[in-house]
């Protein structure tokens, strides 16, 4: 049974047999070409994302350090602050039963100027 279609194929074919075959054989270079192309592409951005990847994961390990690096000064920030924080308080608790009275006001001063005045 015929329909009186003709198939794409046999179009094509015909196409071909008027230009000896030039046409098909274009059509499939350029197709061959724009694959090539694409897989180019790919492969190009695939690679662009992972170096992407691996500058990403050397940031993190290099923030990681520091932030280990700061932790550890934090720490010895609050050791040293302890530790000053104890000097203080033994040094004013020392220091109010070594430190002598000095005078006052005037007439005690003036009473130790005439001591020294009267010594010499």
Request: charged share 35%.
């Amino acid at each position: 049974m015929r329909t009186g279609k003709i198939p794409p194929q046999k179009i094509l074919n015909l196409i071909c047999k008027l230009f000896g075959g030039q046409f098909i054989d274009d059509l499939e270079v350029q197709k061959n070409e724009s694959i090539k192309h694409l897989i180019e592409m790919k492969n190009q951005k695939i690679e662009e994302l992972l170096n992407e990847k691996e500058n990403l994961i050397n940031k993190l390990s290099s923030y990681e350090k520091h932030n280990q690096e700061l932790m550890a000064t934090i720490n010895k920030l609050k050791k040293v602050e302890f530790e000053l924080k104890e000097f203080k308080e033994k040094f004013n608790n020392k220091k109010n039963h070594i430190m002598p009275k000095f005078p006052s006001n005037d007439s005690e001063v003036n009473k130790i100027l005439k001591w020294e005045d009267e010594d010499e």
